[in-house]
C-alpha cells in the first residue's frame, strides 16, 4: 500500500503559478506510474499528467500542455506538479495517484489504474 499526501493547493489569480506537492509513503515499489488528477465541481475527475517514475516518461492533458510541468524527486519520494498561466477553468480539487501498469501512453488518464489516492488539494484561481 501506498500512502500519499497532496500539499500547495491554495487561491491565484489567472495568469499566476502555483506548485502542487504529494509525498508518497509505503511500499513505493508497488507503483510505476504517479498522476494528477483533477475534479471540478459538477464535472467528472479527468487525468492532468502523468509520469513513468522508471523513466522518466511524462503525459499531459491536451488542456494543459505547455502550461503545467509534472516532475518527482525520486530522493524524497514526492510528486509535483507545477502549474504555470493558470486559467479559472483549472479550478478543482487536484489529486495524486499511483498505479502499476505497462502500456502509459493509453492507460495514464484512466482512474481504474490507479489504486492509491491522496485525499486531494483545492487550487482555486480567480479572473
Known amino acids: 500500500q501506498v500512502q500519499l499526501v497532496e500539499s500547495g493547493g491554495g487561491s491565484v489569480q489567472a495568469g499566476g503559478s502555483l506548485r502542487l506537492s504529494c509525498a508518497a509513503s509505503?511500499?513505493?515499489?508497488?507503483?510505476?506510474?504517479m498522476g494528477w488528477f483533477r475534479q471540478a465541481p459538477g464535472k467528472e475527475r479527468e487525468g492532468v499528467a502523468a509520469?513513468?517514475?522508471?523513466?522518466?516518461?511524462?503525459y499531459y492533458a491536451d488542456s494543459v500542455k505547455g502550461r503545467f510541468t509534472i516532475s518527482r524527486d525520486n530522493a524524497k519520494n514526492t510528486l509535483y506538479l507545477q502549474m504555470n498561466s493558470l486559467k479559472p477553468e483549472d479550478t478543482a480539487m487536484y489529486y495524486c495517484a499511483a498505479g502499476r501498469f505497462f502500456n502509459g501512453r493509453y492507460q495514464w488518464q484512466e482512474e481504474h489504474n490507479y489504486n492509491n489516492w491522496g485525499q486531494g488539494t483545492q487550487v482555486t484561481v480567480s479572473s
Open positions: 509520469i513513468y517514475t522508471g523513466g522518466g516518461t511524462t
Open positions: 509505503g511500499y513505493t515499489y508497488s507503483s510505476n506510474y
